[in-house]
């Protein structure tokens, strides 16, 4: 008979032990949002002061997933934002670089302007002179060709410089014809003709061979 008292005890401890158990999961399940159960074990949260997990929260609650998604969608705008300054920078140096091209060009472009500028100057002037020698040669031939009175009437219509010039290309055509220069001649006559103070000014011109008269 004590046996079988024993036996009812056992078995009523563990069915108290497996309500226990049963209710312990319930309660921990309900907290953890996994069941609903909140009207059953509301006192029960409150006597112990916790607040059990409702939908709401375990709706609102961001999934891991969620979290590395969003973590790795910040990480590429930041990457993008870094490759866009970059992109920026790299263009304004690029810029930079084609606006001091653009300067260096117009530089190239002013200079070489300039450098036409002075070449068609010279070429003007080296056409002048080459007319301008080509039209004393041309006065010292015909003078060679006219009497020396006649020839000096020509040159003192002239002014110094032209005269000089024509002396000189005189003299110079002589020496390569090997020939006597008639411009000692036409200086002679025209102090003949009352001009013998100019003819001493132009021969001490032609002494200090000055590059310009004026």
Known sequence: ??????????????LILIIILVLGGLLWFDYLGVIH???????????????????????????????????????RIEALDIRTQELDKREGEIKKVEEQNEAIAKELEDRKKSQDEREKTFNNQVKKYDDRNTNIETIVTYLNNMPPQ??????????????????????????????VSMSSTWLMYMGRAGQSERASTIERKMANKPESLD
């Open 37 to 75: 159960a909140k009207k059953m074990f509301a006192p029960v949260y409150k006597l112990m002061g916790l607040a059990p997990q409702t939908s709401l929260t375990s709706t609102n609650s961001k999934p891991l997933d969620a979290d590395l998604d969003e973590d790795r969608f910040s990480k």
């Open 150 to 179: 006649t020839a000096v009437e020509q040159l003192l219509s002239h002014d110094d410089q032209d005269v000089i010039d024509i002396l000189r290309k005189a003299d110079e055509m002589a020496a390569a014809s090997k020939t």
């Open 1 to 14: 008979m004590a046996r079988g008292n024993g036996g009812i005890g056992k078995t009523i401890f563990l």
